[in-house]
């Protein structure tokens, strides 16, 4: 077993060196021109843990897939650089009318798609129209959680193209997290015709600056520079790879040899000596995520409130953050972190207390514990830097309390897809936010509309549903604040999960990038991007 593992490491070392010599530095690679400096790089390594799974932004939920597909295709809305703040993307300028049900959206003009056809109004009809028609939940599974459902379950009434470059979006009520759920990559537009005609999946066509190239499955993903991108002057670069580099040392030691330009998955233990790194710069994400364990609800003994609770006084939360995030995490008490707003800082956290664990089991008719599995993912995550290791520190938590853990492990496309279905009893997860709002923690990972897609408790609760679903629609900001804050003291009492930790994700790179700024959606364009 470990063996294997050497040989296909070695072997993705090999390749990332034959890319190296190939284009990253290469004189010959044909650089861009236009990158506003001497450097004659033009491409850009970003090494990864794990591959994407597909890459139709509006099929995946998992954040490895987004950040190809970000780069191909783009929204109505956009992010600003390094924010949650909205700025115009595909469409130039909206208004509201009709007290907040209706948005008109001015779409921008002589842009194409990669394949040679017209963006305009008929094409976001279309998109729109693909994603409310879903099948099912599990074709499209973003959707039904930001919008409420499929078809006439969805809040969206009907999409209309107006002229050739203006489109309508009705709502059946007002929407307060409407604009930031379409900044959001699942909600990208993609050509039609590439729609009916094309491998999606595999090879997506939108209007983003950089167009697919390749795709080597578990190993890289190559994108080229779009020639025809409507933002004049942009991208600066040629080429952007995505390098699978499974382990976090591996990875790094691609970086200091040259052979990566960018890594995620940085172990915390590992930042003080990439800053005394002269050729290296450290960059950290804006915190906007929480880890945690997720009980599967459906389950016993998990379907037991008693249980649950018991259990989140198992955890020592603090120990887990001294020893895998080097102080760049704080230990979690909410299902949201508190960089959010409706954060509800009053709720006061299950404290460290095996004894009180062993006798709260005890009362829900476990005096002598349970054997239990936890499953977790094997590769790291912003918010699990280091998952084996932080299920082997719970599975040592949980003995104290007298749970027997057996930890089951699995690589990244098959775990999420395994969650999804809610066959795992017990799982370590976590959430980077797609927009900052609320809802995008409380409604996609909590709320029964979720189940089948986020929810990957299957937490249902009645109460909570009203809440949130109020929250949607309240125009007043304070008052749907307090209803979130509400929620959470709901979530907090039926613990379907213990909230672990809120992390702070460092990213390494090359010193010579410039005009990198990292997104607290974990996602980010990189046509701004090029090398002094």
């Known amino acids: 077993m470990k063996k294997s593992l050497l040989f296909f490491i070695g072997a993705i070392v090999m390749v990332s060196i034959a890319l190296v010599g190939c284009s990253s530095d290469s004189d010959s690679s044909g650089s861009s021109g236009n990158s506003g400096g001497d450097s004659t790089q033009d491409t850009l390594i970003y090494g990864r843990g794990a591959d994407a799974t597909r890459l139709d932004p509006a099929r995946v939920t998992d954040g490895e897939s987004l950040k190809v597909t970000q780069q191909v295709m783009e929204t109505l809305v956009n992010f600003k650089p390094g924010t949650t703040d909205l700025e115009p993307g595909l469409a130039t300028d909206w208004e509201q009318k009709d007290d907040g049900k209706t948005y008109v959206f001015q779409l921008r003009e002589d842009v194409k798609f990669q394949d040679g056809t017209d963006f305009n109004a008929d094409a976001v009809v279309y998109n729109f129209e693909r994603w409310q028609n879903g099948s099912s939940e599990d074709n499209f599974a973003y959707y039904p959680s930001m919008f409420g459902g499929f078809g006439d379950d969805s809040v969206i009434k009907d999409v209309e193209a107006v002229d050739d470059h203006t489109v309508e979006i009705h709502l059946k009520t007002p929407f307060a997290p409407f604009l930031k759920n379409l900044a959001m990559t699942p909600f990208a537009i993609g050509s039609p015709d590439a729609l009916e005609n094309g491998n999606f999946e595999k090879e997506p066509v939108g209007t983003g600056p950089f167009a697919f190239d390749s795709w080597e499955k578990n190993s890289k993903i190559v994108l080229k520079k779009n020639e025809d991108y409507w933002n004049e002057g942009k991208p600066k670069l040629n080429q952007v790879i995505f390098q699978v580099i499974p382990d976090n040392a591996s990875r790094l030691n691609a970086l200091k040899n040259g052979e990566i330009d960018l890594m995620d998955g940085v172990n915390p233990s590992d930042v003080a000596s990439i ?149 795992s009893p017990a799982f370590l997860m976590g959430w980077t936010g797609d927009n900052g709002d609320a809802d995008n923690f409380l409604y996609s990972l909590l709320d029964e509309d979720s189940i089948g897609s986020n929810n990957m408790s299957r937490y249902a609760n009645k109460d909570v549903h009203k809440l949130l679903k109020d929250a949607q629609t309240e125009p007043d900001d304070d008052k749907r604040m307090d209803l979130y804050k509400e929620a959470q003291e709901i979530i907090h009492e039926e613990a379907p999960w213990i909230p672990l930790v809120y992390a702070e994700e460092p990213l390494a790179g090359n010193a010579d990038m410039q005009d990198y700024q990292p997104n607290p959606t974990g996602s980010e364009p990189f046509d701004e991007v090029s090398f002094k």
Do not use: C, H
């Not at 906007?288 to 006084?313: H, Q």
């Not at 020592?316 to 959010?340: Q, R």
């Not at 699995?410 to 809610?422: A, F, N, Q, R, V």
């Open 275 to 423: 800053e005394k790194n002269d050729a290296l710069t450290i960059w950290n994400r804006p915190p906007l995520n929480l880890g945690y364990l997720g009980f599967n609800v459906e389950e016993e003994p998990f379907d037991d409130k008693a249980v649950r609770e018991a259990l989140s006084y198992a955890v020592d939360k603090d120990a887990l953050v001294d020893a895998f995030y080097a102080g760049n995490g704080e230990s979690a008490k909410n299902p949201m972190p508190p960089t959010i707003d409706g954060f509800n800082d009053d709720i006061e956290p299950y404290e460290f207390d095996p004894d009180k664990a062993k006798e709260k089991l005890a009362d829900a008719g476990y005096p002598d514990g349970f054997e239990m599995e936890l499953w977790t993912m094997t590769n790291p995550r912003p918010y699990l830097p280091q998952p084996e290791k932080i299920a082997e520190a719970i599975q040592s938590s949980f003995g104290k309390a007298g749970v027997d853990v057996k930890i089951k492990t699995m690589e990244w496309s098959t775990y999420i897809e395994k969650l999804t279905d809610g066959e």
